[in-house]
Each structure stands twice: as structure tokens, then as C-alpha cells.
């Protein structure tokens, strides 16, 4: 059975930040939030309801309301995730309050409640990336045994995906907080007005949108991309595909966790100004490539990760701290309200 590559040196990020932050100190204007983000989500949600009423009105038929969900009704439902996690970094607005709402909001045609939850626990994993039994997106080690490197099996695993991300959270859970409570309260009778007002066919679009949006769909290949292992030694990497322009950028992965106060509309801008630093590492043109490529490649697997111990991670970032590294403002800490 192949088993996680456990390391024993830090992640790259904390280190190729300080160089970058030294040798270009004007990367600091880049630091902020953008509120292109809010108006962008406001129109990708009135256009994820717009074509559920649509389809409701039309009382189309379950082939025509399952093509819609197919094509772009999961491009619009990724967006809206994506649109949370911009808002889980405070990327979209000043206050942390108008970030919350902003993805409350995101979340509406998604169905599921999963905001606040997001804004909970993904922090931990930039702070803890690669950290065994820490960074909330690493896969379970019964997730590695059980799917192995089986074509078969991998494809029904992506095509879960959000059921296996979900079951990670589940890890970490602890009693909900405040925020989530408050999400579960909006996203319970959004969904029940959903079904009432956009009947079974709308309804029926938001929830397929939802789940073949975060499983075997193209926008969905940034979940495979980011930090499996396709180079040896390499952690994190870029995709720099089309298919950023409905994602705010996330594919700009390894810009992201260098400096993750960046919105995804610098992160270009950042890409150009350290192109050296980022032009020698192996990144991605295609999410379908790399779809076809982690099924299809024996070697590749939910195994395929960089790990370390917490006592690795810790004794780099008090080395990191002698040495008078700082992180120039672009880590924020993981305990947030």
C-alpha cells in the first residue's frame, strides 16, 4: 500500500515570501481586499437563481435540468465557493462582518451550509500545511487505504469529492460556533424556499449544480492540482488555465499561500512582478488534464502528498523567528471570530 512522502523540512511558502517581500517591496501594494469580489458574487448568485426559476417555470424535464447543472450551472456554483473562500480570507472587503455576509450570501444557491464552516477550519491548512493530522486538507489515511491507486476507484472518488472533503472537516469538528449556527439558520429556509418557489426542477438544478461543481467537473480540478505531487520535491502548485477567470484566480495556488492576504484579482500582478520565483516551478495549463492525468497515472493517488510532523513545522517556524523572518503582514492568524 503507498503511504503519504513524509518530509522533514518546512513548506516552501514562509521562506519564498521573505526573499520575494525583500527583493520586491512594492509587492506590499498588493495587500488588501478587492471589492470587484462582491459585486462579481452578487451577479453569479442572481445568475445561479435566475436559471433555476427558469428551469422551474419551464417545468424542464430531468435530462435538460441535469445538462444545465453539467455545464454551467457548476461553473456558477464553484464560483460561489470560490467567492467563500476569498471572503474566508477577508479578501472581498474591509470588515471582517461585510466578509461573513458576503459568504453567506455566496451560499445560498449552493443548498448546503458550508460558509461559516469553510471560514472555520481553512485557515488551519495554510497554517499547518502538510502537518499530519492538522492540515484540514489532507486526506484520511482510511481514504488513502481504501482508494488506493485503482482507475475505478479513483474516479468515484473525485466523483464524491465533496462528500470525502466534508468527511475531513468532520476530523476537526467541534461544537458550532456562533457563525455557523447563524448560517445553518439562513441556509435551512433558503433551500425550503427554493424547493417552494423554483419547484423540483430549480431546486433539483441547485443541488446537482452543487455536487457536480465540487467532483468530476473541470472547474473542480483545482482540488487535485494544488497540492498533490506531479513534481518530485514540490508541495504547491499553479494552474495559469482559463478557467481562473470564473474563480477568482484560485489557481494561482502557490501565489496564494506565498501571500494569502493578496486577493485572487492581484494574484497575476504578483505572478508578474516575482516571475522568476515562480516561472521554475512545475505548474498546470489544464484542470481536465490533470483530472485525466491523477486517474489515469498508477503513481498518483490521495497518497500523492507532502507531509511533516507538527514538531518539523514547529522547530522551522521558531528557526524562521531567530533568524528575524517576519511574515511582512501576510499570514493572518488561524483563530478568528
Not at 458550508?114 to 482510511?142: I, K, N, Q
Not at 467537473?217 to 494544488?226: I, K, Q, W
Not at 508541495?235 to 493578496?262: A, I, K, Q, R
Request: with cysteine; charged share 20%; hydrophobic share 45%.
Amino acid at each position: 500500500m503507498r503511504s503519504f512522502e513524509w518530509v522533514t523540512r518546512a513548506e516552501p511558502h514562509r521562506a519564498r515570501r521573505r526573499r520575494i517581500v525583500r527583493e520586491h517591496p512594492e509587492i506590499r501594494a498588493l495587500f488588501g481586499y478587492d471589492r470587484r469580489t462582491i459585486a462579481v458574487t452578487l451577479a453569479v448568485v442572481l445568475a445561479q437563481f435566475a436559471v433555476a426559476w427558469l428551469l422551474g417555470v419551464c417545468a424542464a424535464r430531468c435530462w435538460v435540468v441535469t445538462l444545465a447543472a453539467a455545464t454551467f450551472g457548476a461553473v456558477l456554483s464553484h464560483w460561489c465557493a470560490m467567492a467563500i473562500h476569498e471572503a474566508a480570507h477577508d479578501l472581498a472587503a474591509r470588515r471582517v462582518r461585510s466578509n461573513k455576509v458576503l459568504a453567506l450570501i455566496a451560499n445560498l444557491p449552493m443548498v448546503l451550509p458550508v460558509a461559516m464552516s469553510f471560514r472555520r477550519y481553512h485557515l488551519a491548512h495554510h497554517a499547518l500545511l502538510g502537518v499530519a493530522g492538522e492540515d484540514t486538507d489532507l486526506p484520511r489515511s482510511f481514504e488513502v487505504r481504501l482508494i488506493g491507486t485503482g482507475r475505478a476507484r479513483k474516479l468515484l472518488w473525485l466523483f464524491f469529492y465533496i462528500v470525502a472533503y466534508l468527511g475531513r472537516a468532520a476530523r476537526f469538528a467541534k461544537l458550532p460556533n456562533r457563525d455557523e449556527w447563524i448560517n445553518l439558520a439562513i441556509q435551512l429556509p433558503a433551500a425550503w424556499l427554493s424547493w417552494r418557489l423554483l419547484s423540483a426542477p430549480g431546486f433539483t438544478y441547485l443541488l446537482l449544480s452543487t455536487l457536480i461543481g465540487h467532483s468530476l467537473h473541470p472547474v473542480a480540478g483545482h482540488f487535485v492540482h494544488e497540492h498533490y505531487v506531479y513534481a518530485p520535491e514540490q508541495e504547491t502548485y499553479s494552474y495559469y488555465g482559463p478557467l481562473n477567470h470564473v474563480t477568482f484566480n484560485v489557481g494561482y495556488h502557490v501565489e496564494h499561500h506565498d501571500f494569502m492576504n493578496v486577493p485572487g484579482w492581484r494574484l497575476p500582478a504578483l505572478h508578474r512582478i516575482a516571475k522568476r520565483h515562480y516561472d521554475t516551478l512545475v505548474s498546470h495549463r489544464s484542470w481536465t488534464w490533470v483530472l485525466w492525468h491523477f486517474i489515469t497515472n498508477p503513481a498518483m493517488g490521495p497518497h500523492a502528498r507532502i507531509v511533516r510532523s507538527r514538531a518539523v513545522h514547529d522547530g522551522a517556524v521558531r528557526r524562521s523567528i531567530q533568524v528575524g523572518a517576519s511574515d511582512e503582514g501576510a499570514r493572518k492568524p488561524i483563530q478568528r471570530t
